[in-house]
Protein backbone atom coordinates (compact mmCIF):
# COMPACT_ATOMS: atom_id res chain seq x y z
CA UNK A 1 0.00 0.00 0.00
CA UNK A 2 1.47 3.45 -0.83
CA UNK A 3 1.08 5.90 1.77
CA UNK A 4 3.13 8.22 3.66
CA UNK A 5 3.07 8.57 7.62
CA UNK A 6 4.47 11.75 9.22
CA UNK A 7 6.04 12.03 12.67
CA UNK A 8 7.58 15.10 14.49
CA UNK A 9 6.22 18.65 15.34
CA UNK A 10 5.15 20.09 18.42
CA UNK A 11 5.46 23.45 20.17
CA UNK A 12 8.84 25.55 20.34
CA UNK A 13 9.99 28.68 20.96
CA UNK A 14 10.34 31.22 17.75
CA UNK A 15 13.98 30.99 17.02
CA UNK A 16 13.95 26.94 17.70
CA UNK A 17 14.00 24.16 15.57
CA UNK A 18 12.09 21.17 14.97
CA UNK A 19 12.83 17.94 12.83
CA UNK A 20 10.04 16.90 10.66
CA UNK A 21 9.96 12.79 9.23
CA UNK A 22 7.67 11.44 6.45
CA UNK A 23 8.11 7.85 5.98
CA UNK A 24 7.16 6.22 2.77
CA UNK A 25 6.00 2.37 2.23
CA UNK A 26 5.15 1.12 -1.05
CA UNK A 27 7.14 2.71 -3.43
CA UNK A 28 10.80 4.75 -3.31
CA UNK A 29 11.81 7.84 -2.57
CA UNK A 30 14.55 7.53 -4.58
CA UNK A 31 11.92 7.39 -7.57
CA UNK A 32 9.93 10.34 -6.94
CA UNK A 33 10.53 13.86 -5.81
CA UNK A 34 8.84 14.49 -2.37
CA UNK A 35 7.40 17.91 -1.27
CA UNK A 36 6.71 19.54 2.08
CA UNK A 37 3.74 21.49 2.25
CA UNK A 38 2.04 23.72 4.59
CA UNK A 39 -0.93 25.35 6.15
CA UNK A 40 -1.39 27.88 8.51
CA UNK A 41 -4.63 27.58 10.97
CA UNK A 42 -7.64 28.81 8.33
CA UNK A 43 -5.33 29.72 5.38
CA UNK A 44 -4.51 28.01 2.00
CA UNK A 45 -1.84 25.45 1.21
CA UNK A 46 1.60 27.10 0.72
CA UNK A 47 4.39 24.84 -1.13
CA UNK A 48 7.54 24.97 0.99
CA UNK A 49 10.32 22.06 -0.78
CA UNK A 50 11.59 19.69 -2.94
CA UNK A 51 13.52 17.14 -3.13
CA UNK A 52 14.22 15.99 -6.35
CA UNK A 53 14.37 12.47 -6.89
CA UNK A 54 18.11 11.82 -8.25
CA UNK A 55 19.02 13.35 -4.96
CA UNK A 56 21.00 16.10 -5.79
CA UNK A 57 19.06 19.00 -5.72
CA UNK A 58 16.34 20.80 -3.34
CA UNK A 59 14.24 23.66 -4.35
CA UNK A 60 13.08 25.62 -1.22
CA UNK A 61 10.07 28.86 -1.10
CA UNK A 62 11.58 32.09 -0.47
CA UNK A 63 9.84 32.52 2.74
CA UNK A 64 11.86 29.58 3.98
CA UNK A 65 15.26 29.84 2.15
CA UNK A 66 18.29 29.35 4.50
CA UNK A 67 16.31 28.40 7.82
CA UNK A 68 14.64 25.23 6.18
CA UNK A 69 16.55 22.20 4.75
CA UNK A 70 15.19 18.78 3.26
CA UNK A 71 16.93 15.33 3.36
CA UNK A 72 15.83 11.88 3.08
CA UNK A 73 17.19 8.54 4.33
CA UNK A 74 16.94 5.84 1.38
CA UNK A 75 17.87 3.07 3.32
CA UNK A 76 14.83 4.13 6.00
CA UNK A 77 12.81 5.03 2.69
CA UNK A 78 12.20 8.88 5.23
CA UNK A 79 12.18 12.34 4.22
CA UNK A 80 12.99 14.67 6.55
CA UNK A 81 12.29 18.93 6.88
CA UNK A 82 14.77 20.43 9.66
CA UNK A 83 13.19 23.63 10.53
CA UNK A 84 15.50 25.68 12.07
CA UNK A 85 15.28 29.94 13.28
CA UNK A 86 11.65 28.99 13.62
CA UNK A 87 8.97 31.93 13.67
CA UNK A 88 5.50 32.58 14.73
CA UNK A 89 4.21 32.80 11.07
CA UNK A 90 5.76 29.75 10.18
CA UNK A 91 3.00 27.71 12.43
CA UNK A 92 1.45 25.31 10.48
CA UNK A 93 0.04 22.07 9.68
CA UNK A 94 3.27 20.81 7.76
CA UNK A 95 1.90 18.16 5.19
CA UNK A 96 4.35 15.38 2.89
CA UNK A 97 3.99 14.87 -0.51
CA UNK A 98 4.58 12.53 -3.11
CA UNK A 99 5.29 13.67 -6.57
CA UNK A 100 2.93 12.60 -9.21
CA UNK A 101 5.36 11.48 -11.75
CA UNK A 102 8.74 9.44 -11.50
CA UNK A 103 11.00 11.79 -12.65
CA UNK A 104 14.90 12.51 -12.18
CA UNK A 105 13.51 16.28 -10.84
CA UNK A 106 10.11 16.29 -10.25
CA UNK A 107 6.66 17.70 -11.98
CA UNK A 108 4.90 19.93 -8.96
CA UNK A 109 1.71 18.21 -8.78
CA UNK A 110 1.00 15.88 -5.16
CA UNK A 111 -1.20 12.63 -5.44
CA UNK A 112 0.14 11.15 -2.21
CA UNK A 113 -0.35 13.12 0.76
CA UNK A 114 0.82 12.24 4.96
CA UNK A 115 -1.29 13.02 7.05
CA UNK A 116 -0.03 16.14 8.51
CA UNK A 117 1.68 17.54 11.48
CA UNK A 118 1.10 20.39 13.85
CA UNK A 119 3.99 22.77 14.51
CA UNK A 120 3.16 25.73 16.52
CA UNK A 121 5.47 28.29 17.26
CA UNK A 122 5.06 30.47 20.41
CA UNK A 123 6.97 32.11 23.52
CA UNK B 1 2.19 33.80 -10.89
CA UNK B 2 -0.65 34.56 -8.56
CA UNK B 3 -3.86 31.89 -8.64
CA UNK B 4 -7.40 33.69 -7.92
CA UNK B 5 -10.77 31.37 -7.40
CA UNK B 6 -14.04 32.32 -7.28
CA UNK B 7 -16.52 32.11 -6.07
CA UNK B 8 -14.94 32.57 -2.22
CA UNK B 9 -18.06 30.08 -1.19
CA UNK B 10 -20.69 28.62 -3.04
CA UNK B 11 -23.86 27.55 -1.04
CA UNK B 12 -25.87 24.25 -3.20
CA UNK B 13 -27.69 21.09 -2.45
CA UNK B 14 -27.06 17.71 -3.12
CA UNK B 15 -27.79 16.79 -6.98
CA UNK B 16 -27.12 19.94 -8.06
CA UNK B 17 -24.51 20.90 -10.47
CA UNK B 18 -20.63 22.76 -8.87
CA UNK B 19 -18.97 25.40 -10.98
CA UNK B 20 -15.95 26.44 -9.72
CA UNK B 21 -13.56 28.49 -11.21
CA UNK B 22 -9.74 29.17 -11.00
CA UNK B 23 -7.73 32.17 -13.07
CA UNK B 24 -3.99 32.77 -13.27
CA UNK B 25 -1.83 35.87 -13.61
CA UNK B 26 -0.22 34.78 -16.48
CA UNK B 27 -0.35 31.49 -19.13
CA UNK B 28 0.19 28.68 -17.11
CA UNK B 29 -0.63 26.43 -20.17
CA UNK B 30 -2.64 23.64 -18.86
CA UNK B 31 -0.01 22.69 -15.65
CA UNK B 32 -3.00 23.01 -13.35
CA UNK B 33 -4.14 20.83 -11.15
CA UNK B 34 -7.73 20.48 -8.40
CA UNK B 35 -7.30 19.31 -4.91
CA UNK B 36 -9.93 18.09 -2.36
CA UNK B 37 -9.64 19.14 1.28
CA UNK B 38 -11.81 18.02 4.13
CA UNK B 39 -11.62 19.44 7.39
CA UNK B 40 -8.87 17.59 9.64
CA UNK B 41 -7.97 15.69 6.36
CA UNK B 42 -5.03 15.88 3.53
CA UNK B 43 -5.64 17.43 0.51
CA UNK B 44 -6.67 14.86 -2.53
CA UNK B 45 -5.40 15.45 -6.26
CA UNK B 46 -8.28 15.08 -8.14
CA UNK B 47 -7.74 16.15 -11.43
CA UNK B 48 -4.32 17.46 -13.32
CA UNK B 49 -2.88 18.64 -16.53
CA UNK B 50 -6.31 20.97 -16.30
CA UNK B 51 -8.95 17.80 -17.59
CA UNK B 52 -7.18 14.65 -16.34
CA UNK B 53 -9.38 12.46 -13.17
CA UNK B 54 -6.57 11.40 -10.69
CA UNK B 55 -6.60 7.21 -10.05
CA UNK B 56 -10.00 6.51 -8.22
CA UNK B 57 -11.65 10.09 -8.60
CA UNK B 58 -15.41 9.22 -9.78
CA UNK B 59 -16.65 10.76 -13.32
CA UNK B 60 -19.11 13.61 -11.70
CA UNK B 61 -15.64 15.45 -11.25
CA UNK B 62 -14.31 16.88 -14.93
CA UNK B 63 -11.76 19.95 -15.37
CA UNK B 64 -11.18 22.10 -17.83
CA UNK B 65 -9.89 25.34 -19.09
CA UNK B 66 -6.04 26.47 -20.61
CA UNK B 67 -3.70 29.40 -20.40
CA UNK B 68 -5.35 31.41 -17.78
CA UNK B 69 -8.91 30.05 -16.88
CA UNK B 70 -9.77 27.30 -15.69
CA UNK B 71 -12.97 25.52 -14.52
CA UNK B 72 -13.91 22.00 -11.98
CA UNK B 73 -17.55 20.94 -12.36
CA UNK B 74 -18.79 18.75 -10.14
CA UNK B 75 -22.00 17.20 -12.29
CA UNK B 76 -24.24 16.61 -9.51
CA UNK B 77 -22.99 16.80 -6.18
CA UNK B 78 -23.14 13.41 -3.31
CA UNK B 79 -23.02 14.60 0.43
CA UNK B 80 -19.41 13.54 0.55
CA UNK B 81 -18.48 16.40 -2.20
CA UNK B 82 -19.09 19.23 0.08
CA UNK B 83 -15.51 20.67 1.07
CA UNK B 84 -13.21 23.09 -0.13
CA UNK B 85 -11.35 22.69 -3.20
CA UNK B 86 -7.49 24.15 -4.59
CA UNK B 87 -6.44 25.18 -7.70
CA UNK B 88 -2.70 24.57 -8.15
CA UNK B 89 0.15 25.32 -10.88
CA UNK B 90 3.52 24.11 -11.31
CA UNK B 91 5.37 26.97 -13.28
CA UNK B 92 8.24 28.21 -11.78
CA UNK B 93 7.24 26.33 -8.49
CA UNK B 94 4.14 25.11 -7.24
CA UNK B 95 1.87 27.72 -6.24
CA UNK B 96 -2.27 26.87 -4.82
CA UNK B 97 -4.63 29.45 -5.16
CA UNK B 98 -6.79 30.54 -1.80
CA UNK B 99 -9.08 27.92 -2.06
CA UNK B 100 -13.40 27.83 -3.03
CA UNK B 101 -15.62 26.24 0.12
CA UNK B 102 -18.84 24.19 -1.47
CA UNK B 103 -21.22 24.44 1.67
CA UNK B 104 -24.63 23.28 1.96
CA UNK B 105 -27.27 25.56 1.61
Known amino acids: QVQLVQSGGGVVQPGGSLRLSCAASGFSLNTFGMHWVRQAPGKALEWVAVFWSDGNHIDHAVSVQGRFSVSRDTSKNTLYLQMNSLRVEDAAVYYC????????????????WGQGTIVTVSS | VVLTQSPATLSLSPGERATLSCRAGQNVNNFLAWYQQKPGQAPRLLIYDASNRATGIPARFSGSGSGTDFTLTISSLEPEDFAVYYC????????FGPGTKVDLK
Open chain 1, 97 to 112: ARDSVPVWSYVGTFDI
Open chain 2, 88 to 95: QHRVGGPI
